[in-house]
């Protein structure tokens, strides 16, 4: 069986309509019967807030941190990966030496990610998506609150000051 992307629907009183017909036709069998879950959207305020935060966060940076993290999107993946929202990907290497010519080669793939040479051993985390593709309502406010929660402790404030924070 052939798996689907999300797609909207409108209940009418007797049937799930598909609000994009030609596109359903192309991963629905005439007959055939399919199981519904239910996709909460996140709200655009919601997504809204954490970058009008996240951007007054960066741009209150103290000195020592402003260079660790040139821009908010440098902030935003860091966190991402201490609160957990990370893939890695491990090298096992002969020596210590080659793994950190290994990391100085892996670094420039990806500005975002997190190098970690550990002994003979390199790690990579790179941060997961935030989008709405990759991250349901529920999981993005998760990852809003544990992010949060990572530069607050960066900072030295309280998460709830960030939550109030508004960028100009």
Not at 41 to 52: D, L, P, T
Not at 55 to 70: G, K, S, V, Y
Not at 73 to 90: C, F, P
Not at 98 to 103: D, F, I, L, P
Request: net charge positive.
């Amino acid at each position: 069986m052939q798996s689907f992307p999300p797609m909207p629907f409108k209940w009418n009183g007797a049937t799930m309509v598909p609000l994009q017909p030609q596109r359903a036709e192309k991963f629905f069998e005439h007959n055939e019967r399919y199981v519904m879950v239910q996709h909460q959207e996140r709200s655009q305020s919601s997504h809204n807030h954490e970058f009008g935060w996240l951007r007054e966060a960066w741009m209150n940076l103290p000195d020592n941190l402003a260079e660790r993290f040139p821009s908010e999107e440098h902030l935003r993946k860091w966190a991402l990966i201490r609160a957990g929202y990370s893939d890695s990907q491990t090298i096992t290497c002969n020596s210590k030496a080659e793994a950190q010519r290994v990391a100085a080669f892996i670094r420039p793939i990806d500005e975002f990610s997190v190098v970690i040479v550990a002994g003979p051993t390199v790690t990579r985390f790179t941060a997961k998506s935030q989008s709405r593709r990759a991250m349901g309502a529920a999981d993005f406010q998760r990852s809003k609150t544990l992010i949060m929660e990572v530069i607050a402790k960066l900072l030295g404030v309280a998460p709830d000051e960030l939550a109030q924070a508004r960028a100009a």
